[in-house]
């Protein structure tokens, strides 16, 4: 997700590993980054899940994002921008967009996953550019929270 964009949702078919989320990476997200030009402007964020930190999913970031990616590094492949593993709730994401699309997704009961999918799917189909710039501002005001509470977790003072 962008300021004004949203590119999703993604299933995976099975577990999440690094083969699974690298070729998530190579086959869905950077074509659909490149198809609307954004590829040599965005930020990923990653945090320290398992999928995320394996180095050949690093050298995916590194190849398509050089310099442009936030996570945990390793001795052998530091990220350009190190983050904190447990910093969740600094992602716009975590921040707010799953919020919304928990609270429209869970508001009634599905027979099956394919109704499920479609539900979530029309959810993301409702978050417009306006949504998307205001979550983008919390999560820069929680930043600052953060930065001024010397680390703190935001959650309670973001209120």
């Known amino acids: 997700m962008t300021s004004d964009y949203l590119i999703g949702p993604y299933y995976f ?6 083969a699974s989320y690298s070729a998530m990476l190579e086959t869905w997200l950077i074509p659909h ?5 954004l590829l040599d ?3 990923l964020q990653h945090d320290g ?3 995320h930190f394996a180095l050949s999913v690093h050298d995916v970031f590194n190849e398509h994002f050089p310099g442009s990616w ?3 590094g390793s001795p052998t492949s530091p990220a350009p921008l ?3 593993p447990r910093s969740r709730d600094l992602t716009t994401p ?6 919304i699309i928990k609270g429209r997704v869970a508001a009634r009961r599905y027979n099956n996953n394919e109704d499920l999918r479609r539900a979530v799917e029309d959810s993301f189909r409702t ?3 306006k949504m998307l710039r205001r979550m983008s501002q919390r999560t820069w005001r929680r930043i600052l929270l953060c930065v001024q509470h010397q680390g703190a977790r935001t959650d309670s003072l973001d209120m």
């Open 13 to 18: 078919d099975g577990p999440v590993n690094a």
């Open 33 to 37: 980054l490149r198809d609307r030009g």
């Open 41 to 43: 402007d965005v930020w």
């Open 49 to 51: 899940e398992t999928a």
């Open 70 to 72: 936030i996570g945990r």
């Open 82 to 84: 190190p983050w904190p």
């Open 94 to 99: 975590d921040n707010s967009l799953w919020g």
């Open 127 to 129: 978050i417009t550019p």
